[in-house]
Nanobody, 124 residues
Framework: QVVASGGGSVQPGGSLRLSCVAS????????VGWFRQAPGKEREGVSC?????????VYADSVKGRFTISRDVAKNTVFLDMIVLKPEDSAVYHC??????????????????WGQGTQVTVSS
């Protein structure tokens, strides 16, 4: 099981760090993806990272240069650092771990993943 946390309400230009914590298994060999969905919009693969043997990262064009995905093996956690947040970043964000797919495959198939997430609201 993985649990996403760290969401909140910030003003445009602000920053947040989301955490995806795994329990019951070791996360480092799993690809992990962050996905988001806003009301009335398609689910989007925001950023994904392959297992430690590969380590490749993938970002949606809309977040490149602003979001950074990283892994802390000791904490069994994957982080999503978000800066220069925009109102259009507002959505429910969730994370999923996949033992089979690469980062590219995960982010390319957002419809295959969902779970309880954390709300991010960017508003002035």
């Amino acid at each position: 099981q993985v649990v996403a946390s760290g969401g909140g309400s910030v003003q445009p230009g602000g920053s947040l760090r989301l955490s995806c914590v795994a329990s019951g298994f070791t996360l480092k060999h799993y690809a992990v993806g962050w996905f988001r969905q806003a009301p009335g919009k398609e689910r989007e693969g925001v950023s994904c990272i392959s297992g430690v043997d590969d380590g490749k990262t993938v970002y949606a064009d809309s977040v490149k240069g602003r979001f950074t995905i990283s892994r802390d093996v000791a904490k069994n956690t994957v982080f999503l650092d978000m800066i220069v947040l925009k109102p259009e970043d507002s959505a429910v964000y969730h994370c999923t771990a996949d033992p089979e797919r690469t980062a590219e495959a995960m982010c390319g198939n957002p419809q295959d993943y969902w779970g309880q997430g954390t709300q991010v609201t960017v508003s002035s």
